[in-house]
């Protein structure tokens, strides 16, 4: 698959889960395969999809801090990292 098509199952995954809808967070596609993670227009943080994983740069941070190659674990480092505070 794509990076495009991956950033966008991220995308959809990520808008379903109940925790993040409810405490006003939102994904969009952005650029070059990434999925933006923000709260009430103030971004969170990054998921870029490259080379077959998924990468996290939290929005304080210009480097990636955690990587997955499931949409799965994607998901799941999400809600322990934003969905927690």
């Known amino acids: 698959m794509t990076a495009s098509v991956q950033a966008t199952e991220l995308k ?3 808008q379903s889960q109940e925790a993040l809808t409810l405490r006003g ?8 395969a ?3 993670v923000d709260r009430w ?3 969170r943080g990054v998921w870029h ?3 077959g994983n998924f990468f996290w740069t939290d929005g ?3 480097q990636p801090s955690f ?3 499931s949409i799965e674990g994607a998901v799941a480092h999400t809600l322990s990292v934003v969905a927690a505070k």
């Open 12 to 14: 959809v995954a990520l």
């Open 25 to 32: 967070f939102n994904a969009t596609c952005g650029t070059s």
């Open 34 to 36: 990434s999925v933006v």
């Open 41 to 43: 227009g103030h971004m």
């Open 49 to 51: 999809f490259y080379n």
């Open 60 to 62: 304080a941070t210009s």
């Open 67 to 69: 990587r997955t190659n």
